[in-house]
């Protein structure tokens, strides 16, 4: 059964910061790349950051130097640290494999919602 469950979100003032995580499948995790996605309110999904099963991070342009991918392979966890949160940023954000669906059968999870506003 494919898990992914997103946690961490929350309400946060421009500048502030916030750290998210999201329990895996262990089935899934342990052979794939990881990424976070977003979603903000009348916009698709889009890729925020990827990491390697080796924990190389890969990073959209407008999140760079921002956020910071990492990955627990003994918890099958992803998280997504973010500083200097911008009003842009809010989303609801999503985990998945790189390229997502891999093993998870087109399954994503809830999502956890960021609101950066003052």
């Known amino acids: 059964q494919v898990q992914l469950v997103e946690s961490g979100g929350g309400l946060v003032q421009p500048g502030g910061s916030l750290r998210l995580s999201c329990a895996a499948s262990?089935?899934?995790?342990?052979?794939?790349?990881m990424g976070w996605y977003r979603q903000a309110p009348g916009k698709g999904r889009e890729l925020v950051a990827s990491?390697?099963?080796?924990?190389?991070?890969n990073y959209a342009d407008s999140v760079k130097g921002r956020f910071t991918i990492s990955r627990d392979n003994a918890k099958n966890t992803v998280y997504l640290q973010m500083n200097s949160l911008e009003p842009d940023d809010t989303a609801v954000y999503y985990c998945?494999?790189?390229?997502?669906?891999?093993?998870?059968?087109?399954?994503w999870g809830q999502g956890t919602q960021v609101t950066v506003s003052s």
């Open positions: 998945n494999t790189f390229p997502p669906g891999l093993g998870t059968r087109g399954y």
């Open positions: 262990g089935s899934i995790f342990s052979i794939n790349a």
């Open positions: 990491i390697t099963r080796n924990a190389v991070g």
